[in-house]
Nanobody
Framework: QVQLVESGGGSVQPGGSLRLSCAVS????????MAWFRQAPGKEREFVAA????????SIAGSVEGRFTMSSDNAKKTVFLQMNSLKPEDTAVYYC????????????????WGKGTLVTVSS
């Protein structure tokens, strides 16, 4: 099994920054790519960003491109989501997810999930 644990969520004012972390443990060799998703109240879970452990493949949603950056520390089996210029519409529970292949990154495609961390952007 694979365990994913997110951290770094919290409350921030518009224009502020937060850095989320996701630590991966267990059978990590079964995970090829990692991704961040988010789910706002009353909305469907949506893709934010993805990266392969090798760093050779990356993907990011248009809604956050230029403001969010996903990175990984392969040695520590940890991925990060640096979020800058945060907006109230970024308020959501952010989930870390793992995939055994590089795919379409739909929520139903992901093999492993963390429990999520809440990000609130409000003045």
């Amino acid at each position: 099994q694979v365990q994913l644990v997110e951290s770094g969520g919290g409350s921030v004012q518009p224009g502020g920054s937060l850095r989320l972390s996701c630590a991966v443990s267990g059978h990590t060799n079964t995970v090829y790519a990692m991704a961040w998703f988010r789910q706002a109240p009353g909305k469907e879970r949506e893709f934010v960003a993805a990266i392969s452990w090798s760093g050779g493949s990356t993907s990011i949603a248009g809604s956050v491109e230029g403001r969010f950056t996903m990175s990984s520390d392969n040695a520590k089996k940890t991925v990060f989501l640096q979020m800058n210029s945060l907006k109230p519409e970024d308020t959501a529970v952010y989930y870390c997810a793992g995939d055994r292949a590089w795919g379409y990154f739909r929520p139903t495609d992901m093999d492993y999930w963390g429990k999520g961390t809440l990000v609130t952007v409000s003045s």
